[in-house]
């Protein structure tokens, strides 16, 4: 699995357990740290949860664990899967740390064709 195809079934999953205004973006050319951010936001601290949960279950399926995971007591997770960084939030946490305005010279993925 590619890095893009393992970071497009992350929007899946996200997609399918009701993540809200899911991004793709892609920072190859702005970090060495990883090739792709998926940001999520969740409706409440028990649905960000439950929406890491979910994504680390169905690539655990797969054969596929992340390296690490921070933040499961807050309302930010990062699931790290080296080449795709999962940034799950609150709708607070979100707004607050305003990922996409940090990353807005990457470019975002279209994921039309994922999401409903």
């Known amino acids: 699995m590619t890095e893009l195809e393992l970071a497009r079934e992350i929007v899946k999953v996200l997609d399918n357990k009701k993540g809200a205004d899911i991004k793709l973006i892609e920072i190859t050319e702005h970090s060495i740290v990883a090739d792709y951010f998926v940001i999520v936001t969740g409706t409440s601290n028990t649905h960000v949860k ?53 990353w807005q010279d990457a470019k975002t993925i279209d994921i039309s064709d994922i999401v409903e």
Do not use: C, M, Q
């Open 50 to 102: 439950a929406l890491a949960d979910e994504v680390e279950y169905e690539l655990g399926e797969k054969g596929v664990v992340p390296h690490h995971i921070e933040g499961r007591a807050t309302g930010w997770i990062l699931l790290d899967y080296s080449s795709v960084l999962v940034h799950v939030f609150t709708g607070e946490s979100r707004e607050y740390y305003n990922l996409e305005r940090l």
